[in-house]
């Protein structure tokens, strides 16, 4: 744990090394608050159903049987199984809460009330504890008791409204977007409130975050300018309201480039790498304001310059000049790109379970004097259950029969 005075107990290269964190989460928002703090050393102890754990484990694309996202976003972790219906499952909680810092769970408002595990309750085991609470849309509010789920979160935000094109209908993401912005801004909200509790004496507190919020925010300037200038901004393809050029444009040879150059400057410079003194020289294109109003002119006219160009000589052309522009990669070609190879953004990962090497996205970011590592892929369920139920938290083998869980 991290001590009052803000020093953990061990030395290590590990940024978190000695916060533990309680992880009653499943599918995404909440264990990928889970991954990024296990990421950086942080003991995060997953809690699964018995027999059947976390829902992601059956999510997406398998192999041998077992679901490969839940190798990503449950990697650095211990698992144990409990099952929250029985004394048994919740006494575990209890135990573990005791010697945690951080207890994560996603379920529907009132659940851990209803358990028995409110914060009052759980505060009292531990004052210091700081409890995120992940939902569909909040611990307050007329929505509060609603179910949850990112795509609703698309929907409300207004992103859906403004994502595809005019003459069809609003798209929703082709990920999970709203989930994992909720377990970046989760991630960063934890590390918030440990910091608060370092300076307000050791007193933990909770973290209250609707899937939706985060998502609200980054959705940029939508609210101030309805707010000031009455704007709703619609379906618009890839652009951008903000500036033009914005797109994607098709290559000579059947590829796509994306470009995008705001600043007068870097506008000049795409203009040079292309060839086309006449767009740079047109007067409907002399500034980002006046590109912007007329956005189908300076794209259609884009097009046909892009269109003489195969897409490697189009790139080379933009590095020549420093120009904004680069290739749209499929999954393929991100793992065949040399800059990505050696920043280490994908690495292999060793897992007996699926077998072999398992390549996945890095840790985020690179810190020079404490840098996170994945030591090891989702775990199998409840690998840890003897280890953790029975020599920390001191149950009996017979306890752990009696519950249903194997060790």
């Not at 704007?231 to 470009?259: C, Q």
Request: proline share 5%.
């Amino acid at each position: 744990m991290i001590s009052d005075d803000g020093t953990t107990k061990a030395t290590s290269a590990a940024a978190l090394q000695g916060v533990r964190v309680i992880e009653l989460a499943n599918f995404i928002a909440g264990p990928l608050i889970g991954m990024f703090l296990a990421d950086y050393g942080a003991d995060v102890v997953k809690v699964e159903q018995p027999d059947v754990g976390d829902g992601i484990r059956g999510w997406g694309g398998r192999k041998n049987g077992v679901g490969l996202y839940h190798k990503i976003l449950n990697r650095n972790k211990r698992s144990v199984t409990a099952d929250m219906k029985l004394p048994m499952g919740l006494e575990a909680v209890r135990r573990l809460v005791i010697g945690a810092d951080v207890l994560v769970e996603n379920f529907r408002p009132g659940t851990l009330e209803k358990w028995g595990l409110g914060y009052d309750v759980l505060s009292e085991l531990n004052p210091g504890l700081i409890l995120v609470r992940i939902s569909g849309f909040g611990q307050t509010g007329p929505y509060r008791a609603r179910s949850g789920f990112g795509s609703l979160a698309e929907a409300m935000t207004g992103f859906a409204f403004t994502n595809g094109f005019a003459d069809r209908p609003p798209l929703l993401p082709g990920f999970a977007l709203a989930d994992t912005t909720t377990g970046l801004a989760g991630a960063f909200l934890t590390l918030v409130a440990l910091q608060a509790r370092r300076a307000n004496g050791g007193k933990g507190q909770v973290v209250d975050l609707a899937i939706y919020e985060p998502l609200l925010t980054l959705l940029g300037p939508q609210i101030i300018e309805f707010d000031q200038l009455g704007i709703v901004p619609e379906r618009s393809g890839s652009r951008l309201s903000l500036i033009s050029p914005r797109n994607t444009f098709k290559t000579r040879d059947g590829k796509w480039v994306a470009i995008s150059a705001g600043a007068h400057a870097v506008f000049q410079r795409l203009c040079k790498a292309l060839d086309a003194p006449e767009i740079a020289g047109d007067p409907r294109f002399a500034d980002n304001q006046s590109r912007r109003q007329n956005a189908d002119s300076i794209e259609e006219a884009l097009q046909q310059v892009v269109g003489r160009f195969d897409l490697d000589a189009l790139i080379a052309r933009f590095e020549a000049h420093d120009a904004p522009g680069a290739p749209v990669y499929n999954v393929a070609d991100v793992l065949q790109d040399r800059h990505f190879g050696e920043r280490e953004n994908i690495v292999g990962v060793k897992d007996d379970e699926v077998g072999g090497q398992l390549r996945m996205q890095n840790v985020i970011g690179k810190l020079s004097g404490t840098p996170g590592e994945i030591s090891h892929a989702g775990p199998m369920l409840g690998k840890d259950n003897k280890v953790i139920l029975m020599d920390e938290l001191a149950f009996t083998e017979q306890e752990l029969r009696e519950a249903g869980i194997a060790i």
